[in-house]
């Protein structure tokens, strides 16, 4: 404080305060500050931190500030807020094109996690961080917001033993309710975990999906069974690796189960539909300490009379209720209501709310 | 074979044959043979083998035949096949009462186990069997037959991992299908392990079951998920004590999950709700070699549109479709379809049919 070593000063972006948030309360654990070289290399090389454990994307600081080793950086959010501190412990380039093909299997530009980490460039600062506050976040968001510790206790002060988390960057329209459903059913309790950090442009913005939880947690979960929490995560689009983090920060948040359903965390065409299931069957899961819950496509099936999936339903997909994403958003655009077997008509007119306005923005 | 020693033969009973198919067949795995004393008492006291594995219900030849160590005994079928030989290692009394009070939780002979076992008798003949053929089954049977051994290499034919077992002594409602395919959903496969042999008067018999599970295979299973195979054993309706048994035995046939439902193998007030359920937490699961799955109260719900559970619904009972089974089997009888959320048609039909004949033969 005051001493020349605190002079430099750096203003992270909204995604690096992301990484900062969780490295700080515990969702990256054991991680304790961003990569230095040789955990970025063994990271992007064999899935692992250099001391062994598992750990599938790096989590770095790239920034153009000059400072060297031994340098105390001051951190603060992208509002100015003071974050903490950066003990530099190392300077070093990163490959990006070796961290695009080994993380995200491809080098395309076009590919958003990987045009991200593009943007940020080569020159990573690393070493442990101190925080001294945690980034702001919305009101809508701050109530639901638990940290890893006191997510543990609410589900120990529930009695939850299996308790099984659910990633999400949609609306929960009744597809995934029902896996949510089925995984709860064999579980004590449920962790809807949204996440709300950084996403790409085109998805639907945290605060209109969070008026959609609300309402299904008002009206649709069991309150003593489910608990809303919000993930600071930004989006990779990393598919099969960032399935694998996304376990892990649920595994650090208390969980016992992960949901991992059809092409998880993918973008486009750049993943296999199963890849990010398949990848765990090269990883221990004792080792990684959270198991996860494989799922398929799931529907409602006129014949079945309720939701079902490719596994548990036989019958011919013109029994099965399909709408397309692109489908979805030109009704909602046009105020009309999708099938209450797609998606419950309370989220409906959450979402043909936010539409509506987003079209009246545009012009429309 | 002609020796003096195999002169003596026995006649089992439908029970005693159920166990010695179980024991030959690999599904009592690690049993070889009716159980001495000394395991006898350890399984009543500790639930263990003396040897120290888990196992939760006697398996015993309880019979008058006078026999000594050494001698050996020929099996036969109740309708006279001949099965195999018992090389008889001791003979003991055991303590029924101590069996129904440490066992059944109850000495109370209206309790159908407990009656069972004073039927049999004290005097058991205890030693290793060896198995010439299993009893015969009825056609409906034997075409869904599967040993312990076919089972498994079905399962790794299809690459299956994680199998799931439900074990049933009912007719597959709609809420027997929704909790087999809620845990079917986070499994790769199913198997549906009706028990087929001896159960109270008052059940459906188990042809009329199997007509009913058929045509749940034909219309509403998944051919490449579930695979239908019958399970030889008997009821002993004890409850907890039987849910460890059942689970053993689907252990036994090479699955990894077993469903734990409600009053699971109990009849009438003799056990808590679920009292099946907290018996494991007693048990070291990775010592057991299969995982059980607790599910609760399942219903068709109105408000979730949907079969739900006590665990999943939030919505008050007047939103969910609850008929007892004495109104269900009323309905039956009078030839009244129940509502289609509460059974499929088809195995309406199925029991209708079966409840008007049974009507008809009681003269009405």
Same mark, same amino acid.
């Given at each position: $404080?005051?001493?020349?070593?605190?002079?430099?000063a750096?203003?992270?972006?909204?995604?690096?305060a992301?990484?900062?948030?969780?490295?700080?309360?515990?969702?990256?654990?054991?991680l304790e500050?961003? $990569?230095?070289?040789?955990d970025?290399?063994?990271v992007?090389?064999?899935?692992?931190?250099?001391?062994?454990?598992?750990w599938?994307?790096p989590?770095?600081?790239?920034?153009?500030?000059?400072?060297?080793?031994? &340098?105390?950086?001051?951190?603060?959010?992208?509002?100015?807020?003071?974050?903490?501190?950066?003990?530099?412990?190392?300077?070093?380039?990163?490959?990006?094109?070796?961290?695009a093909?080994?993380?995200? /299997?491809? !080098?395309?530009?076009?590919?958003?996690?990987?045009?991200?980490?593009?943007r940020?460039?080569t /020159?990573?600062?690393?070493?442990?961080?101190?925080?001294?506050?945690?980034?702001?976040?919305?009101?809508?968001?701050?109530?639901?917001?638990?940290?890893?510790?006191?997510s543990?206790?609410?589900f120990?002060?529930?009695?939850w033993?299996?308790?099984?988390?659910?990633? !999400?960057?949609?609306p929960?329209?009744?597809?995934?309710?029902y896996?949510t459903?089925?995984?709860?059913?064999?579980?004590?309790?449920?962790?809807?975990?949204?996440?709300?950090?950084?996403?790409?442009?085109?998805?639907?913005?945290?605060?209109?999906?969070?008026?959609?939880?609300?309402?299904?947690?008002? /009206?649709?979960?069991?309150?003593?069974?489910?608990?809303?929490?919000?993930?600071?995560?930004?989006?990779?689009?990393?598919?099969?690796?960032?399935?694998?983090l996304?376990?892990?920060i649920r595994?650090?948040?208390?969980?016992?189960?992960?949901?991992?359903?059809?092409?998880?965390?993918?973008?486009?065409?750049?993943?296999g !539909?199963?890849?990010a299931?398949?990848?765990? &069957? &090269?990883?221990?899961?004792?080792?990684?300490?959270i198991?996860?819950?494989?799922?398929?496509? !799931?529907?409602?099936?006129? &014949?079945?009379?309720?939701?079902a999936?490719?596994?548990?339903?036989?019958?011919?997909?013109?029994?099965h209720?399909?709408l397309?994403g692109?489908?979805?958003?030109e009704?909602?655009?046009?105020?009309?209501?999708?099938?209450?077997?797609?998606?419950?008509?309370?989220?409906?007119?959450?979402? $043909?709310?936010a539409?509506?306005?987003?079209?009246?923005?545009?012009g /429309?």
């Amino acid at each position: $404080m005051g001493s020349p070593e605190t002079a430099l000063a750096l203003t992270l972006s909204a995604r690096q305060a992301s990484d900062f948030e969780l490295l700080s309360n515990g969702g990256f654990a054991p991680l304790e500050g961003f $990569m230095g070289a040789a955990d970025w290399r063994s990271v992007c090389e064999r899935m692992r931190l250099e001391s062994g454990e598992i750990w599938s994307i790096p989590i770095t600081l790239a920034t153009d500030l000059e400072a060297s080793a031994g &340098d105390v950086v001051e951190l603060s959010a992208p509002n100015g807020k003071r974050l903490g501190r950066l003990e530099v412990s190392e300077v070093f380039d990163r490959d990006v094109d070796t961290e695009a093909e080994l993380v995200y /299997r491809t !080098t395309d530009d076009e590919h958003p996690g990987v045009a991200a980490i593009r943007r940020e460039g080569t /020159r990573c600062l690393a070493g442990p961080i101190e925080a001294v506050a945690l980034p702001d976040h919305e009101k809508a968001f701050a109530r639901r917001y638990l940290t890893p510790e006191e997510s543990r206790k609410a589900f120990a002060d529930r009695g939850w033993k299996r308790i099984v988390a659910f990633q !999400t960057r949609n609306p929960i329209h009744r597809a995934h309710e029902y896996l949510t459903k089925a995984a709860l059913e064999v579980s004590d309790g449920l962790f809807l975990h949204p996440l709300i950090g950084e996403t790409k442009e085109g998805d639907i913005p945290a605060d209109v999906r969070m008026r959609c939880y609300e309402i299904l947690m008002e /009206r649709y979960y069991h309150p003593e069974r489910v608990i809303l929490g919000v993930n600071p995560a930004k989006m990779h689009y990393a598919g099969p690796r960032e399935a694998v983090l996304h376990a892990i920060i649920r595994r650090n948040y208390g969980c016992t189960h992960f949901i991992v359903g059809r092409d998880h965390a993918g973008v486009g065409d750049y993943y296999g !539909t199963y890849d990010a299931q398949r990848i765990f &069957d &090269d990883i221990d899961i004792g080792e990684l300490g959270i198991e996860p819950l494989f799922f398929e496509h !799931t529907f409602w099936c006129q &014949d079945c009379e309720g939701m079902a999936s490719d596994k548990t339903c036989p019958h011919p997909q013109e029994s099965h209720l399909f709408l397309s994403g692109t489908k979805v958003r030109e009704m909602l655009s046009r105020g009309e209501t999708p099938p209450h077997e797609f998606t419950r008509e309370e989220v409906a007119a959450i979402l $043909m709310d936010a539409y509506g306005k987003e079209s009246a923005t545009d012009g /429309r």
